[in-house]
């Protein structure tokens, strides 16, 4: 009942912030317009890495790579004389494959192994673009992009790509909800949180796994096929290693695997690194100090959220929202305290050496009245 | 000829110097199951601090020891930030994500952008069939040589080195023996450090070390680490050798601008065999 | 409103001695929102053989885990007068290190590492000291098991599942190490098992836990001739 009105009250807030974000572009300035189009564009990318890490469990350090790639993917089709629809939707297929591709063998690794793999594809990304220039413009990158046409209609102003931008992300944004919502989606949560219950299900969380880090990709590609059409050209700067980090610092930001998560990371994130570069890019500072202030910030950042509030902006606040609506006798945040009491049952090194030293000789095991009165 | 033993020299000792970062990797992972991105940081640390301990008039071999011993100190400091306390796994990998950016902050910050190196220890370059050796190459192979062997006795003789194999190969039984696995998995990334810092010591005089190295360099132990499936120390070493190798061999008869993206399409293929290795012995 | 009735409930045989070596006062345990243990108490005295029997799931393992400090119990209370050394379900042992080097690192929290008493123990380890742990038979690794925990020079050791994957002969062997040791030394023994026949044998006292709870509590002769538990645990096969 309580769950129902609840997933009721957050379909509305979504339909309710929706409708906002679309009335937000006839107000912007042209920059600020710029700014609200990049967040748009983070917000797909970084719900697609979201879903990857809260309920997969994996991060992908590669995440800019597959912007890069539906970015090119779009660039190249439109030079080369396709319709500009088609590449777009190009863009987040072929990247997609590419991430499949990549997955099938990566995912199947112990531990981490993906981070490094997927920065690995990042890097030769960067490295082939350079060597290629007939292909993909080289170093210098490619212009004169043609401009984005979806039927009769051409997609020019900010204030269009805005819109663009907006219904994609909302449509990203019901697509990965659903896909969270959905059996399987918790099953594989469940999965992603606790440390040791992972290869239980086999082949079946493997697919999922795999399927999540196709569907970041495509989130990724399709981000990226916008991007290149709102900008007019590419190149290899575009898609540093840092923006791959910037987007897992968005996605620990908002809250790792919370939908609107991506939206508060991607925006929170974007507006901070506009204020970061006004600040620093002063005449009279040191080149470098924007370069260390960004950096220094992001590290801190993520480093404090991490170990103070490791489940995020949204995950605080729907914490907090739990908590004030929480009744005398309904006392656990279950998942939570399940995840933690596992984990520490699994991991918790910390609490060993007392009963059998003898030194401690007796342990008082923290008798809660609370704790045991509550559990019916 | 002479080429190729220029190349296999140069391949050999910046292989060995990738292993000191894989074994690093290794260490950590095998106590504490984190895959630590800030291990090239260690290596960049330890060049830069001996940079300027020897421009401040400390004799060279005292600055290369200190300067390895920040790199452990600072290694002690990244993991209690990545592991105190209870942490899922995934959090102490981003964590280190987190710590090597900060790294290349801190070390912008006191050090600036420009490139530093510094030369060896001093002495004549000698000729090895026909080719000419820095006299550099050859101390960065006895040195790591030297530190292998100092990490085998510590692991394979001492009771501590054992103790700490024991968290690696079962946490729980190593609790119930009494071992405090938290504290082995510091003591880990002190160790991570120390071999870190080793590395970018004897690397600084090859090759000019940059404030933002540590990417590369952690990328390069990686894919080293990868050989042995991230536990095993001594495949580590000869996974160093590959890279070292295969970077130089490219870069000499091929093309230097090449030389990363085959580095890197190393790291996948090895990566895939891993994969496919473990699907055949059932690890996953 | 379950658990509150457990915990104002008397323990079904009165009181745990003051003097005991070992005692839980109504523990419980939780893993999230599961509750393994629920409201346990009982004691293990001074050079006391003690079985801990009841069904796969029941909560042994956890109750052991718990008194080792790797689970923290939700509420309750754990007194304990000496040193626990703790053989866990499944061996546990460090398969790379050598026999020896696994029983030296029993004595990680001090005293002696010198592993020869558990070479006069099980004669057998003295020729294999030098093979690596994850090489030797399943009685074997039990034996290493069982010395790597008595190298904490321990007052109780708890055995988890001792006979578990081993051939009656070997396990009777073991058992026998096991009361001659709690003879000569005076070493309390816990034992798990869910071999009733064989834990019920060789101690005097024991207790049947069920779904987290003691069920059952008395001499162990007395409880092997109890219908109930002749029933479900030396009947046939052991209920899920
Ligand atoms: N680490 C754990 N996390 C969650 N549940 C657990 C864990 N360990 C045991 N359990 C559960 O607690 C209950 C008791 O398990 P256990 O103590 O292993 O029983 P026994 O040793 O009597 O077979 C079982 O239902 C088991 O599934
Ligand atoms: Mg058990």
Not at chain 1, 138 to 166: E, F, H, N, Q, T
Not at chain 1, 236 to 259: K, Y
Not at chain 1, 336 to 354: K, M, Y
Not at chain 3, 191 to 219: C, F, H, M, P, W
Request: proline share 4%.
């Amino acid at each position: 009942m309580t769950e129902r009105m609840r997933s009721v009250v957050v379909g509305t807030t979504v339909v309710i912030i929706g409708l906002i974000t679309l009335a937000i572009p006839l107000v912007l300035s042209s920059s600020n317009l710029e700014i609200y189009v990049d967040i748009g564009l983070f917000t797909i990318v970084v719900s697609g890495l979201s879903l990857l890490m809260g309920f997969a469990g994996q991060v992908s350090l590669g995440q800019a790579a597959f912007y890069g790639i539906g970015a090119y993917t779009a660039a190249i089709m439109a030079v080369h004389k396709w319709p500009s629809l088609v590449a777009l939707i190009a863009a987040p297929i072929v990247t997609a494959a590419i991430a499949f591709l990549i997955g099938i063998p990566l995912l199947r690794l112990k531990g981490h192994a993906l981070a490094f793999g997927t920065l690995a594809v990042q890097l030769i990304l960067l490295a082939i673009i350079p060597e290629t220039p007939s292909f993909t413009g080289g170093s210098i990158g490619l212009s004169a992009i043609p401009p984005l046409r979806i039927g009769p209609l051409a997609i020019s102003s900010g204030k269009d790509y805005a819109y663009l931008v907006w219904i994609v992300a909302v449509a990203v944004l019901i697509i990965t909800r659903n896909l969270t919502r959905s059996r399987p989606g918790r099953g594989l949560r469940a999965m992603a949180t606790t440390p040791s219950g992972a290869s239980a299900t086999g082949v079946q969380v493997e697919s999922y796994k795999l399927r999540d880090f196709a569907l970041s990709a495509a989130y990724a590609g399709i981000a990226g096929g916008i991007y290149v059409f709102f900008i007019g050209y590419i190149s290899p700067d575009a898609f540093p290693v840092m923006l791959s980090i910037e987007f897992v610092i968005m996605v620990v930001v908002g809250g790792i695997g919370t939908i609107s998560g991506a939206f508060v990371g991607a925006a929170v994130i974007t507006i901070i690194s506009q204020i970061l570069t006004s600040l620093g890019t002063s005449p009279s500072l040191p080149p470098q100090l924007p370069t260390v202030l960004s950096l220094g910030v992001y590290a801190v950042i993520l480093i404090a959220i991490l170990r103070l509030i490791p489940s995020g902006i949204v995950g605080a606040l729907s914490e907090l929202w739990k908590k004030t609506q929480r009744t005398p006798s309904a006392v656990s945040s279950r998942s939570s305290e399940e995840r933690q009491e596992v984990a520490s049952a699994v991991d918790g090194a910390g609490r060993t050496d007392s009963v059998l030293t003898g030194e401690l000789q007796s342990r008082d095991a923290t008798m809660v009245k609370e704790t045991s009165t509550g559990q019916q | 000829m002479t080429a190729f033993v220029e190349y296999l020299m140069t391949g050999i000792a910046r292989g060995l110097v990738f292993a000191l970062l894989a074994m690093g990797f290794v260490f950590i992972y095998r106590v504490t199951r984190v895959v630590n991105f800030a291990q090239g940081a260690f290596a960049v640390f330890g060049g830069f601090i001996t940079y300027s301990l020897l421009r401040a008039g400390v004799p060279q071999g005292v600055s290369e020891l200190l300067a390895i011993l920040a790199a452990a100190l600072i290694g002690l400091i990244f993991g209690i930030i990545t592991i105190a306390g209870d942490l899922p796994l995934l959090a102490s990998l981003i964590i280190t994500i987190g710590l090597s950016i900060l790294s290349e902050a801190i070390l912008m910050l006191i050090w600036g952008t420009t490139p530093i190196t510094y030369s060896g220890l001093t002495g004549h370059d000698f000729v090895i069939l026909g080719a000419f050796i820095q006299r550099q190459y050859l101390i960065v192979v006895l040195a790591s040589l030297a530190l292998f062997a100092l990490v085998a006795l510590a692991f394979g003789r001492t009771y501590f080195g054992k103790a700490m194999t024991a968290c690696a190969s079962n946490p729980y039984a190593a609790k119930l023996s009494g071992i405090n696995v938290k504290r082995m998995g510091l003591v880990a990334f002190m160790l991570g450090g120390a071999l870190g810092g080793a590395a970018g010591v004897l690397i600084t005089p090859l090759s000019p070390m940059t404030y933002d190295a540590d990417v590369s360099l952690a990328i390069t132990g990686f894919a080293a680490a990868i050989v042995g499936g991230l536990t095993s120390p001594g495949l580590a070493v000869i996974g160093g050798l590959v890279f070292g190798l295969a970077e130089q061999f490219v870069a000499g008869y091929w093309s230097p601008s090449n030389e990363t993206a085959v580095a890197l399409a190393l790291l996948i293929i090895l990566l895939l065999w891993q994969a496919r290795r473990m699907r055949l012995e059932g690890l996953e | 409103m379950k658990l509150l009735e457990s915990v104002e409930q008397p323990t079904p045989n009165g009181s745990i001695p003051s003097d005991a070596l070992l005692a839980t006062y109504n523990l419980v345990v939780r893993y999230g929102a599961a509750v393994a243990l629920d409201g346990v108490s009982m004691y293990v005295g001074k050079g006391e053989m003690v079985a801990l029997i009841g069904p796969n799931g029941a909560g042994k393992s956890t109750l052991l885990n718990t008194l080792s400090g790797i689970n923290r119990p939700a509420a309750g209370k754990i007194i304990c007068n000496g040193k626990l050394a703790h053989v866990p379900e499944g061996r546990q042992l460090f398969p790379e290190l050598t026999v020896e080097d696994n029983l030296r690192l029993g004595a990680y929290r001090g005293g002696s590492r010198d592993p020869s008493p558990m070479y006069e123990l099980f004669p057998q380890l003295h020729r294999l000291r030098h093979r690596r742990a994850g090489g030797l038979s399943g009685g074997e690794q039990q034996m290493v098991a069982i010395g790597r925990a008595l190298m904490a020079h321990p007052d109780i050791v708890a055995v988890d599942e001792l006979s578990q994957g081993l051939a009656p002969i070997v396990v009777s062997d073991i058992a026998n190490h096991l009361v001659s040791l709690n003879k000569q030394n005076g070493t309390a023994v816990l034992l798990v098992e869910q071999n009733a026949q064989l834990a019920l044998d060789i101690t005097s006292r024991a207790y049947v836990l069920e779904n987290g709870r003691i069920s059952k509590e008395g001499r162990s002769a007395d409880l092997a001739r109890d219908p109930a538990v002749h029933k479900a645990y030396l009947g046939g096969q052991v209920s899920r």
